[in-house]
């Protein structure tokens, strides 16, 4: 099945886009041309964007660019961001954990949880900065068209984005009432039902209300107990009231509240586990790991997910007489919890777990100025940004896994010990000759670290890009921004959290029973069993053990003048070509979980050149790209010893360059009023230059891991009842093809593993859609299904307990779903 959905892959691909270079050398002839008999088609709709902040057609944006309209969005069914990317070559969403998502743009991201770095990737609503990942990550609420600008963004945005842009536009409240309901029943215990109500108050003002909420069991089942694991659980609710101020002035006022409260992030283990009280040999061989999509689910841990939103945004629109004023202002605030499983078992001798806890509150202002002459097409404008953010990094354990850590370490029976046969956990022996003196066992008692964090940032910005219409034909743009970015950042190591654990250890040592037991073992073990039994097992980063207990606080700030030119040429009336070169920046910032080290700014340099050309019902736009991109943020989990691989891991400090070359193209063809298709590619070639892992090694010249191709195409056909509605059918495929292994992935587990587990395969997936329409849109039903092939995929591994533990978790991609929807509008 796999074989014949790529062969249509490529047949499709060949057909459309050979098509589009037919096409586009025979012009206005192709134009004219339709079969005997059949449908003449009018032209494409015509796509309004204000991704330059100004409104103007899709096809005059010198900016490669991909909209996601509506319509798109019920074709396959998309709550969140992360419904979409497989549907946008280039952009990849992670959103396992909508408190911890990531983004990715042509091979770009920021690779790090914590709170002292910035996305690369800004995710604006409305205009507002939508800040770090925890709080991006929002169900949909009245979205009109998503727009993915490619490439950095700085002159047109109120905060820079050094590798793309990500800008949600919502409907306004308009000056006629009207009214939806929506609920959409699927597989897995889905349960979605969203509602608008839109109230014209006066004549000069309107209120629009939203709400949302979301529900699923999960398509896991623990393989124990049989209890859902995974799932959704989510309200939201959006109210927005516009109100005009005599002839000139424009205020919207909205509110944006979300109460996410879910299982977290599930993950299968995917090491053979021999039975209890033997564990998991160490290191891991990766050869004998587990299929995790035939493979049991175990869990033991609360894996508990939730988030608290809530956001008030205030934009005010002024007509002068020479132009526009545009004030934002913005105030979020959101709290949120995350706690997943790292071992993907049900055993209490191997179990661990990790918390992320992170408050934040940020405010947003911004004044925006813009204006046109017979030759000038300007923007100007400033921006304000204050974040204050708490984050606490915890990592529990019990003593009975901490028995099977030091054992790990070495700290297990030797041969011919008096106590216990070779190999038994010291930890364990220990607890059993205590109990036979009548104490109670040392096992079974939790076990708590935390790592602390705080950052205040500000960030000030000044920007303008100004369209200088040369000749009828001809526009030149230049544009430039000035960024000043301060974060003040602290890290506190804390000490480990067991107390019922220390008072039965502080019985034994009146017993005088360790000081009998280390007696046999040399001075420096029984030295090392005892600074880990008071101390920590988890954040052991030497600065972290140096400092614990003592807060460190570093204050640094980056300035930046980042500029942009665009040529833009009109051929004739239907055909653009552009160059543009860019320059992108993005903030330093600080390495959460490692005291010290502070990232430079990353720098972009992004050269582009591309074709844009509309011949009435076909259109299609081709970009060619070249970027460096210096200084690449990211956090890495590493073994701290390659000669020891069952240390505790720790997240370093990690940076690199690298360069990319690639192609983007988009078209659209209306092949008649009721059919049309619509394709999307992107050909990359992304190479590191100047990166060595912090293991040592050495990847200049290696590929990034980003796939070299990728591509989503769709089509759709209505269907007129005469009277009787209308219906549509829908299919939309997406291709991600192989990721490019390096040995830094191999390490991370981020490609290839075993024959079993081929992590970076290349992903297929297929979703469609019927449904029906009354004949004055006042009812609707459908159905649906995403992934109608039941693709599955390894999405990575998690081996945070592969090295102390001996356990190694897996997440995969989802399997088929399905549904029902039915919708009422008056």
Known sequence: MRVMQRNLVVGLRRALFGGCVALGASGSAWAQATPEGEQQATNLDTITVTAQSRQQELQDVPIALQVVDQQLLDDVAAENLGDIDAFVPGLVVDAAQPTQPSFRLRGVETNDFGIGTDPAVGIFVDGVYGGRGGGVLLPFLDVERIEVLKGPQGTLFGRNTAAGAISLVTRRPQDETEARLRLRLGNYGKQYVDAMWNIPVSDVSAFRVNALFNHSDGWFQDGATGKDLGGENVWAARAAWQLRIGDNTTALLSWDHESLDQNGRVTTGIVPLPAFPQRPPVPVDPDDYLDPRRTPTYSDAENAEWRTFDGVNLIVDHA????????????????????????????????????????????????????????????????????????????????????????????????????????????????????????????????NEVFNNTLETTAYAAFGDVIWRATDKLNLTFGLRYTRDEKSFSWFNGPRNAAEFDAVLNAYLGAGIPQMFLADLPPEAAAQIMYALTTSVAFVDPPAVVNKGITNRDKKSWSDVSPRFVVDYHLDDRTMVFGSLAKGYKAGGFNALQIGPAFENEDVWNLEAGIKQSLGRFAWNASVFHYRYDNRQSVRLIDPDPNNPVDIPRFVFDTGDLEATGIDVDLRWKVTDGFTLDAQAEWIDSKYKDYVTPEGVDLDGEPTGEPRFTASMGAAYKVDLAGHGELRFSARHAYRGRSRCNEGSDLQGDCGVNALLDIGEARDRTDVRIGWTAPKGHWSWAVYGNNVFDNQYVKGLNTYGRGPLGVVGATITEPRTYGMEVAVKF
């Open 320 to 447: 002068f007489t020479w132009g526009n004023l545009t004030s934002t202002s913005s105030w979020r605030e959101y709290d949120s919890k995350n706690q997943t499983e790292e071992d993907g078992t049900n055993r209490a001798d191997l179990y661990i777990d990790s918390v992320n806890t992170e408050s934040n509150e940020t405010f947003y202002q911004e004044f925006k100025f813009a204006g046109s002459t017979a030759r000038l097409d300007w923007v100007a404008g400033a921006s304000y940004f204050k974040e204050d953010a708490r984050q606490t990094s915890e990592v529990n354990t019990n003593t009975t896994a901490l028995g099977s850590i030091l054992a790990n370490q070495g700290f297990a029976a030797p041969a011919g010990f008096p106590f216990a046969p070779e190999g038994t956990p010291l930890l364990f022996v220990m607890s059993q000759i205590g109990q036979a003196n009548g104490l109670p066992s040392l096992l079974g008692y939790g076990w």
